[in-house]
């Protein structure tokens, strides 16, 4: 079965970037036709889709984040990795690595998540 696994620092400065690696097990991330996506949750709020890499490595991004995210890969460790620039205690929230058929929320596998808190 396929596993993921969020890993990354819990504490972020504010201006700083948010990096967190997503290391996927049980299938590759180049397998047709899966997008490997990053959503958030912060506190008492819902999940928000940041963005995906497909399977062929073109990336997708929520319009309203695209301008400070970035999401890349690294085939040769089936990993792939989340940048969160210039990001603020807003940014604090439970960060979770999914697959899905679609750039979108919908999805069958899931990692934990992971938190992250932006705070000095």
């Known amino acids: 079965q396929v596993q993921l696994q969020e890993s990354g620092p819990g504490l972020v400065k504010p201006s700083q970037t948010l990096s967190l690696t997503c290391t996927v097990s049980?299938?590759?991330?180049?397998?047709?036709?899966?997008?490997w996506s990053w959503i958030r949750q912060p506190p008492g709020k819902g999940l928000e889709w940041m963005g995906a890499?497909?399977?062929?490595?073109?990336?997708y991004y929520s319009p309203s984040l695209k301008s400070r995210t970035s999401i890349s890969r690294d085939t040769s460790k089936n990993q792939f990795t989340l940048q969160l620039s210039s990001v603020t205690p807003e940014h604090t929230a439970v960060y979770y690595c999914?697959?899905?058929?679609?750039?979108?929320?919908?999805?069958?596998?899931w990692g934990q998540g992971t938190q992250v808190t932006v705070s000095s």
């Open positions: 999914a697959r899905a058929p679609l750039p979108s929320l919908e999805s069958a596998y």
């Open positions: 049980g299938g590759s991330i180049t397998t047709n036709y899966y997008y």
């Open positions: 890499i497909a399977y062929s490595g073109s990336t």
